[in-house]
């Protein structure tokens, strides 16, 4: 029972989800400035996006944030990658999104889901979420939860993409 248990736990958290090269849904989200932007317009960058699901009140989330941080200069250097922090704060939480963002400095774009349209058009459930598109806005990896060391295979999941 309790290996089971464990099993469980160890597939929601750190589960890598094989994604079939989906495409972006026609979502509407608004960007810091109050702009309203549709997420199909990543996917028309010809880069490689990494999408992260985030909350301000989600731990997980802000070390996964970090993490990205610490390579990103690095992974856009070699692989041109673009990374888009997606808020799933509500009305009551969305207004401190800015200070947390600023108190990390995380250099990346952040966008707002403040309706959750983005993130239940994609079932995700809980952050922290990764998704990796590849150049042509097509889904390509997805991660759910975050555990120290998970940016090492997402780098992996980047450079493969690149060859």
């Given at each position: 029972m309790k290996k089971a248990l464990l099993v469980l736990?160890?597939?929601?958290?750190?589960?890598?989800?094989?994604?079939?090269?989906?495409?972006?849904?026609n979502a509407n989200v608004k960007t810091m400035e109050?702009?309203?932007?549709?997420?199909?317009?990543l996917g028309k960058s010809g880069k490689i996006t990494l999408i992260s699901f985030w909350a301000i009140w989600c731990s997980p989330c802000r070390k996964e944030l970090d993490a990205v941080n610490e390579n990103y200069e690095e992974w856009q250097s070699k692989y041109g990658l673009?990374?888009?922090?997606?808020?799933?704060?509500d009305a009551r939480t969305v207004a401190n999104v800015r200070g947390v963002v600023e108190k990390h400095g995380w250099p990346f774009r952040v966008i707002l889901d403040t309706q959750r349209e983005f993130m239940q058009a994609m079932n995700v459930n809980n952050p922290p979420y990764t998704m990796l598109l590849n150049d042509k806005g097509e889904v390509v990896f997805e991660h759910i939860g975050y555990t120290p060391g998970d940016e090492f295979e997402l780098e992996e999941k980047i450079k493969a993409l690149r060859k």
């Open positions: 736990i160890a597939a929601c958290t750190l589960a890598t989800l094989s994604a079939q090269n989906r495409s972006l849904p109050g702009q309203t932007f549709n997420i199909q317009e673009e990374v888009v922090a997606v808020s799933i704060d």
